[in-house]
């Protein structure tokens, strides 16, 4: 597969908290690294996405006394699940695996730093007021087809894929390249489901092989 110029590669927050180790960890999310290693070099233009939360960010339990993660409460008008504390600026958690390729990316797009408000896409806050500016530099570049992967699939990864789509990018989920971190067992199989009835193609990695 000839991929071009109006394709970008999205990765969405491979970041130590969220591996296995790591205080928010999807199991067995270090498994999908060699995968999205192996993709990168089909692509010209590789972002990646990275979860960058103030300490006192609200969607963390901990700065809701008597809150434990998992909770869900109403913030501001929307409903927040509750988080372990996780990619705290400038922490470990918060990094990017070593292991991950990013000679090639062409920008980082952070996210999460308005500590009233979460933001699991890469595009936009969930009150979908803060805008990261993703939509204008792939569009500026001439995209018109994005390729998502990284984590989480139920959570990060499923809200940007969706953003995107919305946005009228022609929008490619690369599903052995995620995985979810299933809060509830089945969240995984349901954001595939959802993505899928939105119109996001889902491919595997081997899509680029043929
Ligand atoms: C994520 C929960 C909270 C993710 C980020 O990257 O999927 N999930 N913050
Ligand atoms: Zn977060």
Redesign the pocket.
């Known amino acids: 597969m000839k991929m071009s110029k109006k394709d970008a590669l999205i990765i969405?927050?491979v970041q130590y908290d969220?591996l296995p180790g790591g205080a928010?960890a999807v199991s067995e999310g270090d498994q999908i690294i060699p995968a999205i290693n192996q993709i990168q070099p089909y692509f010209e233009l590789i972002v990646a996405t990275q979860?960058w939360h103030p300490a006192e960010h609200l969607?963390f339990a901990a700065n809701h006394p008597g809150k434990i993660p998992g909770e869900i409460i109403d913030l501001d008008g929307i409903d927040q699940v509750l988080?372990p504390v996780?990619c705290v600026q400038g922490s470990k958690g918060a990094e990017f695996h070593q292991d991950l390729d990013n000679s090639n990316w062409k920008a980082i797009f952070q996210k999460g730093m308005n500590p009233r408000v979460d933001s699991?896409s890469g595009f936009f806050d969930n009150a979908r007021r803060g805008d990261t500016g993703l939509a204008d530099f792939l569009r500026k570049a001439g995209v018109e087809r994005i390729f998502v992967c990284g984590?989480?699939q139920d959570?990060?990864v499923k809200f940007t894929a969706l953003d995107g789509n919305s946005l009228g990018f022609e929008t490619f989920l690369i599903q052995d390249a995620t995985k979810a971190?299933n809060l509830d067992a089945n969240d995984g199989e349901k954001a595939l489901q959802e993505m899928k009835s939105k119109g996001i193609q889902l491919i595997d990695s081997s899509y680029f092989q043929s």
Do not use: I, K
């Open positions: 969405v927050d969220f928010l979860d969607s988080w996780h699991y984590l989480a959570y990060c971190v």
